[in-house]
Each structure stands twice: as structure tokens, then as C-alpha cells.
């Protein structure tokens, strides 16, 4: 009898993705593609100097105003606010009110053209009378004019483990057999997304429908409200197809919605805003800057006794996002190894910069940097194999991170390690000749880790929900918030769902995200998607295949909707910032060999290996795609890629100098995926989105080290820092 063959199994399989035809086709409509009836274009007037007082709004009499429409602070219904975590930034500038950034919004325009609404932008002239203001983190702390609170301190923590009251901090240090210290400076980033910043609006009935470009739907409802003065039935926020996030489409977006929003009021008519580069890159948010200070005080052995950092980042002219990037910054600072005594300390402060925030890995690359350098600089003052080191002093099951937290399960170390033990081969020659000219090669391994999910008591706060639903139709629909920016949710959660319902995904539709047809499961950020609102699904699937198992009700719909439950014993306390910080954790290991070219200081990416550990690969080519994407965005950062300011304007506001990697400055990525299951993760899946960002620019860092025998602790490693430190090596 001739074997039927069976179908694959949906979880753990490289389904092609749902959405991949119609992107490569053409057939995908990002919100550049969408049109409305009679619809006009808006563009943003902005300010040209980064502190003063707004004292008036001109328009140029010389203009024909009665093709335009112009709006200021003075027409908007509600609130002048982009609510978010505080309601410090308004959607305008008002007359009277300050301007605290080079290119910050104070007035709109809109014209049946985009030609038309260009010129119409210049003939706004604002007048701002001038302030000092502030650039360096120094000089904010340093200022009694406070542009933010107390010291002009956004938001800080403090973590303490152990006796690590100031003076037993100090007692620890003192008694031990070596103190590595360290100061480390990382660049801003901007996320340079495929797709620019665009969004558009249109009123009817009394209601603002918007759409547009964005990671979290319900952030953009939740900041419409209290701007357009309604409630949550005024405004509808759907998800157009979107090229790109890394988390620069988290918040920013509420801002452009309010400005698409309060033109089409005033218009009467749909408008479109879609950003030019230039003013996308000027004008939106990056990662945040950071100076890391650290001291790792070990004994003779070479084992931690005490850990001591502080951690300040540049937050711009308003909060943003900053306390949640700070707070993953500090949580991770520690790093993933043994230390009975540990104290963090971290600030973000306010400045006259555009408003820095979320970026892949958010706080989490910033820190991993510093301790990674710092665990470097151990094995070189002790002669040990900087692998072996590493796995020596790594967190395993049982151990307690920097908040107390007891690892139980999902701890992937020694697979993470194991995998790069077996690739790494022999290391190169540091000597040599390439073209005819005389390089330097180097090796770089480093270890980390980064929580999955909300930090601490977030999750249960967000209370995400997901629904799965049999239709009338007789297939099954996913609705949730979670956005698909790239990263293949789409495909994810038809994997999730048809696996757990026992059928073919070709019978499962994912829901486009709207806020008039999905629950609100959260923002798509902080590797919750798949794990989080994944397990969501996973869950509702099983119980809705139970349901019509007992009553099919054939011709109705049937749906369950789940809410998020923390996992038993997991418990954070916000006060102290002690306990268990994050449900799980994803681990991973990085390999890197360089060669630096001694004529022109250039730095070539020879080989990158990236072991991480995700639970389960539920489509392994989307998860080693997720992973090669934050790796090479690592390595970008960690080389070419930095924000440049003067007096608080972005200078490389272009993709000319603004230079990210391009296929021709990737080495092959090898990339392998480790799976530790996390117990309540669809099909054991944890996070993976952010991870890979978090290490491999101290890879870099300690291959160029490993090159030239000199440290590199700031970013970029560019061929300019390189020369700089010439003198502190010489050819042999």
C-alpha cells in the first residue's frame, strides 16, 4: 500500500510569507499608495533654532493663501499634547510657548499639491526670539535653568543587589585583587527605515479616520483622544502596509497623525503627509546616546565580587520613550554573569536635541557594550582565553541576575557558547598583506543576554488581547494589534494559529490592524510579539478548536478572546526595581575577525557567526532573517553609522553621509539558531526581534583590540578613531 505522505506540521517550519507575493509583485499598497478622493498634501513648518520663545506666526501677504490651508496650535479641538508616557510634548508650538528643538513642529500647511504645500510652507515665518541652550549631558546636569524637572533629569534608577549600599559598594572595590574600569560612549542611530515616516487623515460623520505607517495602533488612538478632543469611537487608526519600524515607528507616528488629522479638519478633505529623508531623518526620534561608566572588582580567581555602573543617555527636548529605554538599558547593565554585589545607577537627561527614542534593542545595546568591552579587558589583564572566560563567569539556572532574579527555566548559556565553541576554528594571523598592503587581523567573542517581553510588571499593566475566530465563512481569522513592519508577524501568527486549531494555514487570515476591528494586545515592540501576543493566539486557537469540538455551530461565528496572565511566580517590584524583571530571557554568543587595513584605517568584517538562543524557531528562515537583519544593523553601528549634531541639528540629515550597510559591507552571516524552550511561549518561542542588535558592535570593538592591541570603548570604531589611537600602537 502506497504511503500517503503527510502535511508538515505549521509551528516550526519555513512557511513562505503570507504577505511576500504581493510585496514583491507590487500589489502591496504602502500609505504612499493609497489615495482618496480630492485628497491634498501637508508639509510641516519647523523651527530653525533649538531654544527660544515663540512670539508670532507670519504669512508672506505675497502668497495666494486661498489655495492652502494653514493650522497652529490655535485649532486644536483638545489638548495640545501627543500623549505617551507623559504629556510633555505638544503636537505645535504655540504662540508664547517655547520651541525646544531645531525642526520641532509650529505650523501646517496643506495644498492640492505637494509643490503647492512646499511653497506654502515657506511662506510661513515664525517668530522665535532666541534662548541658550543645551547640548551635552554635562552641561544638563550642570545648568540651574531646568528645561525638565529636578537637575534636568527625565527619569533615573537605581538597582542594588546585595550589600550595595554606597559604602559597601566602595569596601568591595577596595578589597579586591583587580578593578577593570571603563568609559564608554554610543553613538546615536538613526533606523533608516525603507519606508519614510507617511500617514493620512479624512473626517466623515464626525470622525477621524486615519492610516498610516506604524508599529502600535492603539499608542496613535491613545494620543488622538485627548488632542481631538473625543472619545475612543471620534477616532479610528488603521495600519497601511509598512516598510520598516525598528522601533522609530513606535511613538513618532502619534505626532504625524495629530498634524494629517487637525489639516484634514480644517481642509474638509483627506491629506496626505509623506516625509522626505531628509526631514525624516532631522526631524524624528534615534537611539539614544549613552555614556556608560563601569568598575568590575574581582578576586584572585578572576571572580566577580562587585559590579558598579552608571549609565547616562541623552533624552533631547522631551520624554518620549526615554524612562522605558533607560530602564532596559540599566536592567541589562550588569550583564549576564555571576556577581553577589552590584549597583546601577542610571539618569536620561533632558537637552535642545530632537527627542531621542525607541530603537532595536532600546537601552539593551547601549549597556551590552560597556560590560562586554569590560569582560574583555579582564581576559586580557589576566591572560585567559576570552571565551573561556566568559563561560567561566556566565549566569546559568539557579544563579540570580542584578535584580534578584532567580533563573529557572529557558537558560540557554552553555548551548549559546557550545555552538560558537564548535564553529570558531583557529584565529587568524595577525600579520599580514592584503593587495599589497600591510593589515591587521583581529578576533572578538562576546556573550549576552536581553529580557523578552514588557519589563517587570509591564505586561500585566498592558493586559493584551488576542482573538482567534471561526467565521461564517467557516475559516478562521487572527485579530490583534500586533503590527507587521517586516518582521513576518503575519506569517508568525498564521503558524501559531493553524498549528494550534489543527488545520492547514492556508484557512487562517490574519486581520489588518485597525482599531475599529482588533483588541488592543499591546504595542509591537520589546520581542512581545511572537512570545507574548503569540501565546495569546496559541492559547485561544486550542480553546477554539475545543468549542467546536463540543458544538460546531456551523453558519456562526465563534470567537475567543484571551488576556495576557503573567507566568506563576513571576513578580516585579517597580519601587525597588528588585524581582523578576522579565519573564524569560533570550541568550546568545557573537564571533567576529576583522582586518584593518594600517593605510587607510578601514576596518573589514571577515566573518560574524551569531548563536541565539529564541526557544523555537516557529518559521526558522523569518527567525535567521530577524537575526541577520540585527546583526548587520549591529555591525553598522558598531563602524559606519552615527547621528551627527551642530547646535542641535542633524547634520548628515541625508542617506549621502548618513551612511548605513549596505550588502557590499556585510560579511557572510552565519547564523545559528539555538532553541531552549521557554515553557509558556507559543510552542516554547521567545523573543528574537531585538536580541541580535544588542551585541555585535563589542565584537567589533574587542576584533579591532584583538587587531592593533590598543582599547576601543566609544562608537563608532571609525578609520578617524583609529588613526587617533595610532600612537598607541606601532607595526611589528
Same mark, same amino acid.
Given at each position: 500500500?502506497?504511503?500517503?505522505?503527510?502535511?508538515?506540521?505549521?509551528?516550526?517550519?519555513?512557511?513562505?510569507?503570507?504577505?511576500?507575493?504581493?510585496?514583491?509583485?507590487?500589489?502591496?499598497?504602502?500609505?504612499?499608495?493609497?489615495?482618496?478622493?480630492?485628497?491634498?498634501?501637508?508639509?510641516?513648518?519647523?523651527?530653525?533654532?533649538?531654544?527660544?520663545?515663540?512670539?508670532?506666526?507670519?504669512?508672506?501677504?505675497?502668497?495666494?493663501?486661498?489655495?492652502?490651508?494653514?493650522?497652529?496650535?490655535?485649532?486644536?479641538?483638545?489638548?495640545?499634547?501627543?500623549?505617551?508616557?507623559?504629556?510633555?510634548?505638544?503636537?505645535?508650538?504655540?504662540?508664547?510657548?517655547?520651541?525646544?528643538?531645531?525642526?520641532?513642529?509650529?505650523?501646517?500647511?496643506?495644498?492640492?499639491?505637494?509643490?503647492?504645500?512646499?511653497?506654502?510652507?515657506?511662506?510661513?515665518?515664525?517668530?522665535?526670539?532666541?534662548?541658550?541652550?543645551?547640548?551635552?549631558?554635562?552641561?544638563?546636569?550642570?545648568?540651574?535653568?531646568?528645561?525638565?524637572?529636578?537637575?534636568?533629569?527625565? !527619569?533615573?534608577?537605581?538597582?542594588?543587589?546585595?550589600?550595595?549600599?554606597?559604602?559597601?559598594?566602595?569596601?568591595? %572595590?577596595?578589597? &579586591?585583587?583587580?578593578?577593570?574600569?571603563?568609559?564608554?560612549?554610543?553613538?546615536?542611530?538613526?533606523?533608516?527605515?525603507?519606508?519614510?515616516?507617511?500617514?493620512?487623515?479624512?473626517?466623515?460623520?464626525?470622525? $477621524?479616520?486615519?492610516?498610516?505607517?506604524?508599529? $502600535?495602533?492603539?499608542?496613535?488612538?491613545?494620543?488622538?483622544?485627548?488632542?481631538?478632543?473625543?472619545?475612543?469611537?471620534?477616532?479610528?487608526?488603521?495600519?497601511?502596509?509598512?516598510?520598516?519600524?525598528?522601533?522609530?515607528?513606535?511613538?513618532?507616528?502619534?505626532?504625524?497623525?495629530?498634524?494629517?488629522?487637525?489639516?484634514?479638519?480644517?481642509?474638509?478633505?483627506?491629506?496626505?503627509?509623506?516625509?522626505?529623508?531628509?526631514?525624516?531623518?532631522? &526631524? #524624528?526620534?534615534?537611539?539614544?546616546?549613552?555614556?556608560?561608566?563601569?568598575?568590575?572588582?574581582?578576586?584572585?580567581?578572576?571572580?566577580?565580587?562587585?559590579?558598579?555602573?552608571?549609565?547616562?543617555?541623552?533624552?533631547?527636548?522631551?520624554?518620549?520613550?526615554?524612562?522605558? /529605554?533607560?530602564?532596559?538599558?540599566?536592567?541589562?547593565? *550588569?550583564?549576564?554573569?555571576?556577581?553577589?554585589?552590584?549597583?546601577?545607577?542610571?539618569?536620561?537627561?533632558?537637552?535642545?536635541?530632537?527627542?531621542?527614542?525607541?530603537?532595536?534593542?532600546?537601552?539593551?545595546?547601549?549597556?551590552?557594550?560597556?560590560?562586554?568591552?569590560?569582560?574583555?579587558?579582564?581576559?586580557?589583564?589576566?591572560?585567559?582565553?576570552?571565551?573561556?572566560? =566568559? !563561560?567561566?563567569?556566565?549566569?546559568?539556572?539557579?544563579?540570580?541576575?542584578?535584580?534578584?532574579?532567580?533563573?529557572?527555566?529557558?537558560?540557554?548559556?552553555?548551548?549559546?557558547?557550545?555552538?560558537?565553541?564548535?564553529?570558531?576554528?583557529?584565529?587568524?594571523?595577525?600579520?599580514?598583506? =592584503?593587495?599589497? /598592503?600591510?593589515?591587521?587581523?583581529?578576533?572578538?567573542? %562576546?556573550?549576552?543576554?536581553?529580557?523578552?517581553?514588557?519589563?517587570?510588571?509591564?505586561?500585566?499593566?498592558?493586559?493584551?488581547?488576542? #482573538?482567534?475566530?471561526?467565521?461564517?465563512?467557516?475559516?478562521?481569522?487572527?485579530?490583534?494589534?500586533?503590527?507587521?513592519?517586516?518582521?513576518? *508577524?503575519?506569517?508568525?501568527?498564521?503558524?501559531?494559529? &493553524?498549528?494550534?486549531?489543527?488545520?492547514?494555514?492556508?484557512?487562517?487570515?490574519?486581520?489588518?490592524?485597525?482599531?475599529?476591528?482588533?483588541?488592543?494586545?499591546?504595542?509591537?515592540?520589546?520581542?512581545? #510579539? $511572537?512570545?507574548?501576543?503569540?501565546?495569546?493566539?496559541?492559547? *485561544?486557537? !486550542?480553546?477554539?478548536?475545543?468549542?467546536?469540538?463540543?458544538?460546531?455551530?456551523?453558519?456562526?461565528?465563534?470567537?475567543?478572546?484571551?488576556?495576557?496572565?503573567?507566568?506563576?511566580?513571576?513578580?516585579?517590584?517597580?519601587?525597588?526595581?528588585?524581582?523578576?524583571?522579565?519573564?524569560?530571557?533570550?541568550?546568545?554568543?557573537?564571533?567576529?575577525?576583522?582586518?584593518?587595513?594600517?593605510?587607510?584605517?578601514?576596518?573589514?568584517?571577515?566573518?560574524?557567526?551569531?548563536?541565539?538562543? /529564541?526557544?523555537?524557531?516557529?518559521?526558522?528562515? %523569518?527567525?535567521?532573517?530577524?537575526?541577520?537583519?540585527?546583526?548587520?544593523?549591529?555591525?553598522?553601528?558598531?563602524?559606519?553609522?552615527?547621528?551627527?549634531?551642530?547646535?542641535?541639528?542633524?547634520?548628515?540629515?541625508?542617506?549621502?553621509?548618513? %551612511?548605513?550597510?549596505?550588502?557590499?559591507?556585510?560579511?557572510?552571516?552565519? #547564523?545559528?539558531?539555538?532553541?531552549?524552550?521557554?515553557?509558556?511561549?507559543?510552542?516554547? +518561542? !521567545?523573543?528574537?526581534?531585538?536580541?541580535?542588535?544588542?551585541?555585535?558592535?563589542?565584537?567589533? +570593538?574587542?576584533?579591532?583590540?584583538?587587531?592593533?592591541?590598543?582599547?576601543?570603548?566609544?562608537?563608532?570604531?571609525?578609520?578617524?578613531?583609529?588613526?587617533?589611537?595610532?600612537?598607541?600602537?606601532?607595526?611589528?
Amino acid at each position: 500500500m502506497e504511503r500517503v505522505p503527510q502535511a508538515k506540521p505549521p509551528v516550526g517550519t519555513s512557511l513562505p510569507r503570507v504577505d511576500g507575493v504581493a510585496k514583491v509583485t507590487g500589489r502591496a499598497r504602502y500609505l504612499d499608495d493609497l489615495d482618496a478622493p480630492g485628497v491634498w498634501y501637508g508639509a510641516t513648518v519647523r523651527s530653525k533654532v533649538p531654544h527660544g520663545v515663540l512670539e508670532g506666526i507670519d504669512l508672506d501677504p505675497a502668497f495666494d493663501w486661498s489655495s492652502a490651508v494653514v493650522v497652529t496650535a490655535a485649532d486644536i479641538p483638545g489638548k495640545n499634547v501627543i500623549a505617551l508616557i507623559e504629556d510633555d510634548q505638544p503636537a505645535l508650538v504655540a504662540i508664547g510657548a517655547h520651541v525646544m528643538h531645531v525642526d520641532e513642529a509650529i505650523a501646517l500647511v496643506a495644498a492640492p499639491t505637494k509643490a503647492l504645500a512646499m511653497a506654502a510652507a515657506k511662506a510661513v515665518k515664525p517668530r522665535i526670539r532666541v534662548l541658550p541652550a543645551v547640548f551635552s549631558v554635562e552641561d544638563s546636569l550642570a545648568v540651574t535653568e531646568k528645561l525638565y524637572g529636578d537637575n534636568n533629569v527625565f !527619569k533615573q534608577f537605581l538597582i542594588r543587589k546585595g550589600h550595595a549600599e554606597d559604602a559597601e559598594i566602595e569596601a568591595a %572595590i577596595g578589597k &579586591a585583587a583587580q578593578v577593570i574600569e571603563g568609559t564608554y560612549y554610543t553613538s546615536p542611530q538613526e533606523q533608516m527605515y525603507i519606508e519614510p515616516q507617511a500617514m493620512m487623515a479624512e473626517w466623515a460623520d464626525g470622525r $477621524c479616520y486615519i492610516v498610516g505607517s506604524m508599529q $502600535c495602533p492603539y499608542y496613535v488612538h491613545k494620543a488622538m483622544k485627548p488632542l481631538l478632543g473625543c472619545d475612543a469611537d471620534g477616532v479610528v487608526i488603521s495600519q497601511s502596509v509598512t516598510g520598516g519600524g525598528f522601533g522609530g515607528k513606535e511613538e513618532y507616528p502619534s505626532m504625524l497623525a495629530a498634524h494629517v488629522a487637525l489639516l484634514a479638519h480644517k481642509a474638509q478633505r483627506a491629506v496626505k503627509i509623506v516625509y522626505e529623508r531628509d526631514e525624516d531623518i532631522a &526631524a #524624528t526620534t534615534k537611539r539614544h546616546p549613552a555614556f556608560v561608566k563601569s568598575r568590575l572588582a574581582v578576586d584572585a580567581s578572576g571572580e566577580p565580587i562587585a559590579i558598579d555602573v552608571d549609565v547616562v543617555m541623552d533624552g533631547g527636548a522631551y520624554l518620549t520613550l526615554s524612562p522605558v /529605554v533607560l530602564s532596559r538599558g540599566v536592567l541589562h547593565a *550588569a550583564g549576564p554573569y555571576r556577581c553577589p554585589v552590584v549597583r546601577v545607577r542610571g539618569r536620561v537627561v533632558a537637552t535642545n536635541h530632537p527627542p531621542h527614542g525607541a530603537f532595536r534593542g532600546f537601552g539593551a545595546p547601549q549597556t551590552t557594550f560597556a560590560y562586554e568591552r569590560q569582560m574583555q579587558k579582564l581576559a586580557i589583564a589576566r591572560g585567559e582565553d576570552p571565551l573561556a572566560l =566568559r !563561560k567561566r563567569l556566565a549566569l546559568r539556572s539557579g544563579d540570580t541576575t542584578s535584580t534578584g532574579q532567580e533563573l529557572g527555566f529557558s537558560v540557554g548559556t552553555d548551548e549559546v557558547i557550545g555552538a560558537i565553541e564548535s564553529v570558531a576554528g583557529k584565529a587568524p594571523e595577525k600579520n599580514g598583506i =592584503r593587495n599589497g /598592503v600591510p593589515v591587521r587581523r583581529g578576533r572578538g567573542v %562576546i556573550f549576552y543576554f536581553h529580557g523578552a517581553g514588557f519589563t517587570g510588571s509591564g505586561e500585566s499593566r498592558l493586559a493584551g488581547k488576542a #482573538t482567534v475566530a471561526r467565521t461564517v465563512e467557516g475559516r478562521y481569522e487572527v485579530r490583534s494589534s500586533s503590527t507587521d513592519i517586516g518582521q513576518g *508577524a503575519i506569517t508568525i501568527f498564521t503558524q501559531i494559529a &493553524a498549528g494550534a486549531l489543527g488545520v492547514e494555514a492556508a484557512m487562517v487570515d490574519v486581520v489588518d490592524p485597525s482599531t475599529a476591528q482588533v483588541p488592543d494586545s499591546g504595542p509591537t515592540v520589546a520581542s512581545r #510579539t $511572537c512570545m507574548v501576543v503569540g501565546g495569546l493566539v496559541e492559547k *485561544a486557537a !486550542k480553546q477554539l478548536k475545543a468549542r467546536l469540538a463540543e458544538d460546531p455551530r456551523p453558519g456562526e461565528e465563534v470567537s475567543v478572546t484571551l488576556q495576557y496572565e503573567p507566568p506563576p511566580g513571576i513578580h516585579f517590584d517597580d519601587a525597588t526595581y528588585t524581582g523578576a524583571a522579565y519573564p524569560c530571557y533570550g541568550w546568545a554568543a557573537c564571533l567576529v575577525d576583522v582586518t584593518v587595513d594600517l593605510d587607510t584605517y578601514e576596518v573589514t568584517l571577515d566573518r560574524c557567526v551569531q548563536a541565539v538562543d /529564541v526557544g523555537k524557531a516557529i518559521n526558522p528562515h %523569518i527567525v535567521k532573517g530577524q537575526i541577520e537583519g540585527g546583526t548587520l544593523q549591529a555591525l553598522g553601528w558598531a563602524l559606519l553609522e552615527n547621528v551627527l549634531y551642530k547646535d542641535g541639528k542633524v547634520m548628515n540629515a541625508n542617506m549621502t553621509n548618513c %551612511i548605513v550597510p549596505t550588502f557590499a559591507d556585510s560579511p557572510d552571516l552565519e #547564523t545559528i539558531i539555538v532553541e531552549v524552550p521557554y515553557p509558556f511561549g507559543p510552542s516554547g +518561542a !521567545k523573543g528574537v526581534g531585538e536580541i541580535p542588535m544588542d551585541g555585535p558592535a563589542a565584537a567589533v +570593538a574587542n576584533a579591532v583590540e584583538d587587531a592593533l592591541g590598543c582599547a576601543f570603548d566609544a562608537l563608532p570604531v571609525s578609520p578617524e578613531a583609529i588613526a587617533a589611537s595610532k600612537p598607541r600602537w606601532r607595526l611589528s
